[in-house]
């Protein structure tokens, strides 16, 4: 059995790519070695995350999360019990508001950002945007090896 929390929270300072950079350094060796998978949404101010793996895991996480300098008022959105992982092939996704993808998907439904939709909505678009990522990087990778 899996656990899957989502998390919104606030960020001290403005996002920039030092701070994804920041999270990178620290939250996939983390996720890697505790066989945690995630999704980080961002904006220019705030966070919303997926969080997977077995329940002490994400609890842990969650712990370094709600204590990480770089959030503020970190709500756990929701936390539910998962037979599969919904994002087991990424330890660490990683989608900005800019994401071409992300944003396509969001105008067609009238929203110009994950936060307005309500969490399993959020989620619903989330796993639509990162399995057609999935899908292109399959693609180019067998493309790259029949080159």
Not at 54 to 70: L, S
């Amino acid at each position: 059995m899996f656990v899957q929390a989502i998390y919104e929270s606030k960020a001290r300072a403005r996002i920039t790519e030092s701070t994804i950079g920041q999270i990178k350094t620290t939250a996939l060796p983390n996720n890697l070695s505790h066989a945690v998978t995630s999704i980080l949404y961002y904006d220019d101010w705030r966070f919303l995350q997926v969080v997977e793996g077995r329940p002490a895991q994400v609890v842990e996480t969650m712990k370094q999360i709600t204590t990480n300098p770089i959030h503020h008022s970190v709500k756990l959105r929701l936390m539910t019990r998962q037979s599969t992982r919904g994002f087991g092939s990424w330890p660490l996704g990683i989608l900005s508001v800019e994401d071409f993808e992300l944003r396509r998907t969001l105008k067609n439904m009238g929203y110009k950002n994950l936060f307005q939709l309500n969490v399993l909505d959020a989620v619903k678009v989330i796993k639509r945007t990162t399995g057609r990522k999935l899908r292109t990087m399959n693609s180019l990778e067998k493309r790259a090896l029949t080159d």
